[in-house]
């Protein structure tokens, strides 16, 4: 215990303790987020330099891509048609290899020195000699230090940038700033997992595995110190996800709602189809979490078109068949505005009363709708974001229900939370994820899966078309109509390009409109029009009276129009996959034959092949998010971010998902074990999680 305190203060020092660390360096640190002692043992190197796989100057050949060490035995400016700066290295090969540079000649000439060490990497052309054109170096040092590189060692090569390259912190300066640091502090880092878990998972020290991941002593020593780091990033991310678990589903304190009432039963009966067996299977799980006075924290993930909202909708109506209010949160007017007029009209005749909030409403009639929620003249809420503002009030909310959840972050999900007492709360997403990562980044909740489409679902057909083919999938759309069909039509709309992708969109429109659509009716929806506009559109659309609906991707939540069953993807090669799927998903809604047909540039790139090949192949949502998740990586997939998660400097949760796996295990043992982590060999574990992931847990906590 003393021994920690101890090792724990010098750790904790800034940096400029370090007699090598002046204000200059010391600011420089701290613009990259390295303030203390502890934070620079942490500052990885982004890759390592085998001197023993190295190839001999003497060997190198045309075209060969390689890392080359060697010495610079003489360089300069040469003039010629064109300026270019030379650094000649050897070896002891004695091999000769010439680097140029074409630009910044004052700043090689000042950073060069004849006599020191350099690892190149690049192509090698020959002419004449062996040549390298601004290869990506690495600066070793001078002959004493660079004659060490040559004795086989694996060199540690650290990431820097321009402005730490001023200080002389390039990587050759990490490198001796590093080695100062590991052999003069090295045993003072005090350890932060448990001694019996590292027993279990063979983990190195803490202190072997920093000398290590620094300056390894060999291959096998380096991979044992990755697979410790690797292990402490997936350890405490999963130590915050069973810490709140725990607390968002305390044993008890949440509300029991006992009582199946008739409506339920009226609802069930009256139901124009019967619901899959996996509807009943969740709504059985829902039923028995609810019944529970553990508060519920249950997800709901659903491929397009399993039946997400009657699922929601009982239950809905079971907690106010209890006497409480509930919300539903939608990430879009449109799809709320869909969702209220559903649930309204299934719900009227029951006798519950359902409104609608979304932030366009007039003032006069928001404030009549807000006093009717804070005074409990309403049992149902259908909105929008507008639902946590902070004037908003219930009388008793009991249930929160958020649809297509992974477009909120986790403070707006608590911050609805927040609106009740310990509310039973149930969030649903249509973005399936592969099950084996599902546990993690849904950690904190329970899970459900509606694994069924409904009965008679046709799959939807889709297909891949070249630009120049266009006007035939536009013969086909009227041929289509012709025999009843309504079709959608979509263009890409992303923020970067808001501006000009909007005009694309409704130039388009104008176009069709006035020209090869000319005989038909169309609508144009997209977000910037006024909601009572685009409430306006939608159920000319919805009724039937518009044969064709031009928009962006506004719809790609959520919208339901049974008889559309076609929808023309333009620029598709524009799209993630995953958008993708949730728009085609908007067709294949009802008993028809629906068809899907993306429309791309001539020569989209690999990736954008890729997608396009993924969505003709398979209908599947899972089989689509695994093939997402590969091409973007799960920081981009997961939108790590709005989950509350930490980012991973060095684990890979997809690739590592057995070493995830493990340090799940033990997490959740630690935390039901010692939820506290009271316990002696737990003070760095505790210590280590306060520091560096305190904000995170607290940020699910705000509301
Ligand atoms: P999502 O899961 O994508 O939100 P929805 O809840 O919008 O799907 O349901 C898609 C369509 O399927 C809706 O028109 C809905 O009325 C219908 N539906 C839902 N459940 C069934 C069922 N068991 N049998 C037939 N149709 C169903
Ligand atoms: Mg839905």
Redesign the pocket.
């Known amino acids: 215990m003393s021994d920690n305190s101890k090792a724990n203060r010098l750790v904790e020092k800034p940096v400029d303790v370090l007699r090598s660390i002046g204000p200059k360096r010391s600011s420089a640190l701290n613009k990259i987020g390295i303030f203390t002692i502890e934070d620079l043992f942490y500052y990885f190197p982004r890759r390592y330099l085998d001197r023993s796989s190295l190839l001999p100057i003497s060997k190198l050949r045309d075209g060969m891509e390689v890392t080359v060490v060697g010495k610079i035995v003489n360089m300069g400016v040469k003039r010629g048609r064109r300026n270019r700066f030379m650094a000649i290295l050897s070896d002891d090969s004695g091999g000769l290899l010439t680097c140029i540079w074409f630009s910044q000649f004052a700043y090689w000439q000042k950073i060069f020195k004849i006599g020191e060490w350099l690892a190149v990497s690049g192509k090698i052309k020959r002419f004449g000699g062996y040549q390298m054109t601004h290869p990506e170096f690495d600066r070793l040092g001078e002959d004493a230090e660079g004659k060490q590189v040559n004795t086989g060692k694996i060199i540690p090569l650290y990431p820097s940038s321009d402005s730490l390259t001023k200080v002389n912190l390039d990587s050759r300066g990490f490198r001796r700033l590093l080695q100062e640091l590991v052999y003069q502090y090295k045993s003072n880092l005090p350890e932060v997992i448990p001694e019996h878990i590292r027993k279990n998972q063979h983990l190195m020290n803490i202190n072997d595995a920093i000398e290590n991941i620094h300056f390894p002593k060999s291959f096998e020593h380096l991979q044992h110190a990755q697979r410790r780091f690797k292990f402490d990033e997936l350890f405490f991310m999963e130590l915050l996800v069973a810490f709140r678990k725990k607390k968002f589903s305390p044993e008890t304190g949440g509300i029991s709602f006992e009582h199946v009432g008739e409506k339920t039963e009226k609802l069930y009966n009256n139901l124009p ?4 067996n996996a ?1 009943k299977r969740v709504l059985k799980e829902i039923r028995s979490d609810m019944k529970s006075s553990r508060p519920m924290n249950r997800l709901l993930q ?1 491929d ?7 699922v929601a909708l009982v239950t809905m109506l079971i907690a106010v068949e209890n006497g409480y209010q509930t919300a539903l949160m939608a990430p879009t007017e449109i799809l709320a505005e869909q969702h209220f007029l559903t649930i309204h009209s299934m719900l009227e005749e029951l006798g519950v009363r359902v409104l609608l909030l979304v932030g366009a409403q007039a003032k006069r009639e928001r404030s009549k709708i807000l006093e009717l929620i804070a005074n409990g003249e309403t049992d149902i809420v259908i909105g929008t974001h507008a639902l946590i503002q902070e004037h908003v009030q219930f009388h008793n909310l009991g249930l929160v229900v958020i649809d297509e959840q992974h477009r909120f972050g986790v403070l707006q999900r608590a911050e609805l939370r927040g609106k009740g007492v310990n509310p039973d709360v149930l969030v649903m997403t ?1 973005t399936p994820i592969p099950r084996t990562l599902s546990m993690t980044v849904y950690g904190d909740l329970d899970v459900s899966i ?1 694994n069924e489409l ?2 008679g679902r046709k799959p939807i057909m889709t297909h891949w078309r070249k630009e120049n083919r266009r006007s035939k999938v536009y013969q086909y759309i009227r041929d289509e109509i012709k025999k009843g069909a309504q079709a959608y039509i979509v263009f890409p709309l992303v923020e970067e390009s808001e501006k000009l992708d909007l005009k694309a969109a409704t130039d388009s429109y104008e176009k069709m409109k006035d020209g090869f659509f000319k005989d038909f009716k169309m609508g144009l929806l997209h977000g910037r029009m006024k909601s009572d506009e685009k409430e306006a559109v939608m159920k000319l659309f919805k009724s039937g009276e518009l044969d064709i609906l031009v928009s962006t991707t506004v719809i790609e939540v ?1 919208v ?1 129009v ?1 008889n559309a069953t076609i929808m023309v993807i333009e620029h598709a090669e524009r799209f993630g996959l995953s958008q993708l799927h949730q728009l085609r ?1 908007r067709v294949g ?1 009802g008993i028809k034959q629906s068809i899907c047909i993306l429309i791309t540039t001539e020569n989209p790139s690999g990736e954008s092949k890729k997608r396009m090949q993924t969505m003709t192949d398979t209908n599947d949502g899972f089989k689509i998010a695994e093939v997402d998740l590969e091409l973007r990586g799960p920081g981009e997939f997961f939108g790590t971010k709005q989950h509350g998660l930490p980012e991973m400097k060095i684990a890979n949760i997809v690739q590592d998902w057995k070493l995830l796996q493990a340090a799940r295990e033990e997490a959740f043992e630690l935390v039901n074990d010692d939820p506290q982590l009271l316990k002696a060999e737990e003070i760095g574990t505790r210590h280590y999680f306060i520091k560096n992931y305190r904000d995170k847990y607290d940020l699910a906590w705000v509301g």
């Open positions: 189809f019967d619901l899959t509807q659903g397009v078109g399993s039946g997400k909202t009657i249509a509606l409904p009965k959520g339901d049974p998903g809604r």
